[in-house]
């Protein structure tokens, strides 16, 4: 079976790719004056244009990546965490259910568990193997 590629690797070299840093833009600015095509009081504003478009381009690889990773979990079947979150307040309920009626239920079977009690020791041979006539319903 094939080794699934190792993403973090990936992820990594599409940051590199879109992130510079404020450090290398200041150097990039610095090798455009040198050569002439940028005056010295825009180095400035070139580096904060050169670091804000950086990060709007690390931002759309993200979401590119969140989406495309969201996608496959969907085509794979894989629970997220809101479809855990619902079956665990669907199994809380059904179990706060299921106690309710495993106590009404307990409390019938002790009550069916007295009565056979005592229509047992009703049956049972009194004095002289003598079974005890039954007591009137009042």
Known sequence: MPQSP????YID?????V??????????AKDLVSQGMLA????QTFVDDLVDESRRRTDEMLDVVRKEIQRQVRQLGIATKEDLAR??????KQGGAKKSAKKGAKKGAKKGAKKAAAKKAAKKPGVN??????????
Request: aromatic share 6%; charged share 30%; glycine share 8%.
């Open 6 to 9: 190792d993403w973090n690797k």
């Open 13 to 17: 070299a599409g940051a590199q790719f």
């Open 19 to 28: 992130a510079l840093t404020r450090a290398d833009a200041r150097r990039r």
């Open 40 to 43: 010295q009081g825009q180095v």
């Open 87 to 92: 079956l665990e307040a669907k199994l809380a």
């Open 129 to 138: 193997g003598r079974v005890a006539p039954k007591a009137a319903a009042s």
